[in-house]
Antibody
Framework: QLQLQESGPGLVKPSETLSLTCKVS??????????WGWIRQPPGKGLEWIGS???????YYNPSLKSRVTISVDTSKDQFSLKLNSVTAADTSVYYC???????????????WGQGTLVIVSS | DIQMTQSPSSLSASLGDRVTITCQAS??????LNWYQQKPGKAPKLLIS???NLETGVPSRFSGSGSGTDFSFTISSLQPEDIATYYC???????????FGGGTKVEIK
């Protein structure tokens, strides 16, 4: 059974960089069939897709966050990472990692999710 | 830039009622539309992919339909365990982008 687990600091200071890692177990991140993505959810609010990465390192990002986001992959460790720089209180959210198919001519549903990790931006 | 309009933002219905949620895209997205259920403190769960494809293990009272710009999600007979927030999510190919609707909170009347 595929499992995803987020890890990283739960508290980040304003203007600093938020860094999270998602460890994939029960399957390989190097599958040609999937992208691996990050989604966030501010407390009490809706879901926002941040970006996704293929095992080759190919990425696509939410245009509204693209200037501050970097997603990378480490296939040797079956994990991928998120960096969000210049954070403000508005970046306080539960951050989820998840998997979606790499199909070109079909919807890209997130079928496996991590449990989520709360990151608070505060001094 | 694609917009997803999900409605209503909340609804209250009786057990056994038929419940319908809609999502409207700002331009044609074919059938590239998925539906999720999220319960408090939990990650979202995929219910329906490609507008109408029921995921394995999901009860048949859940269904989805639509294509192009207009989509709907239906619970045919509301059960206590269906109390949750539901989200649509679309895939736009050019440029590639994923967008969630604003969510619909379903409560028992």
């Amino acid at each position: 059974q595929l499992q995803l687990q987020e890890s990283g600091p739960g508290l980040v200071k304003p203007s600093e960089t938020l860094s999270l890692t998602c460890k994939v177990s029960g399957g390989s991140i190097s599958s040609s069939s999937y992208y691996w993505g990050w989604i966030r959810q501010p407390p009490g609010k809706g879901l926002e897709w941040i970006g996704s990465i293929y095992y080759t390192g190919s990425t696509y990002y939410n245009p509204s966050l693209k200037s501050r986001v970097t997603i990378s992959v480490d296939t040797s460790k079956d994990q991928f990472s998120l960096k969000l720089n210049s954070v403000t209180a508005a970046d306080t959210s539960v951050y989820y990692c998840a998997r979606h198919p790499a199909r070109l001519l079909a919807a890209r549903p997130f079928d496996y999710w991590g449990q989520g990790t709360l990151v608070i931006v505060s001094s | 830039d694609i917009q997803m309009t999900q409605s209503p933002s909340s609804l209250s219905a009786s057990l056994g009622d038929r419940v319908t949620i809609t999502c409207q895209a700002s331009h044609d997205i074919s059938n590239y539309l998925n539906w999720y259920q999220q319960k408090p403190g939990k990650a979202p769960k995929l219910l329906i992919s490609d507008a109408s494809n029921l995921e394995t293990g999901v009860p048949s009272r859940f269904s989805g339909s639509g294509s192009g710009t207009d989509f709907s999600f239906t619970i045919s007979s509301l059960q206590p365990e269906d109390i949750a927030t539901y989200y649509c999510q679309q895939y736009d190919r050019f440029p590639p982008r994923l967008t969630f609707g604003g969510g619909t909170k379903v409560e028992i009347k």
